[in-house]
């Protein structure tokens, strides 16, 4: 899934114009809510999930960040009932 970016972000010489999730989520992406703190634990997993550097999600547009934290929300939900409804 790629999550366009209504405010591209400058990074040296490039353009950040999209983040790109994978379709699936892993138990190191889990780890990102053994941080402190619910900000720093959404910009670890949004990290994780789009392999991009912390630094850069730290610099998302609010607007950005939101839609990235939807998605990457959505995304461990979906896991989570997927095992939820494996176990019934």
């Given amino acids: 899934m790629k999550l366009a970016l209504k405010h591209p972000l400058a990074v040296g010489k490039t353009t950040i114009e999209e983040l790109t999730f994978r379709d699936y989520a892993t138990a190191e992406d889990l780890l990102a809510f053994d941080e ?31 839609a990235a934290d939807k998605i990457a929300s959505d995304l461990i ?8 409804a494996s176990e019934s």
């Fill in 36 to 66: 402190r703190g619910a900000n720093q634990q959404t910009i670890k997993l949004i990290a994780n999930l789009t392999g991009s550097d912390e630094a850069i999600i730290r610099r998302l547009h609010v607007a950005d960040y939101r």
């Fill in 77 to 84: 939900k979906s896991e989570a009932d997927e095992k939820n």
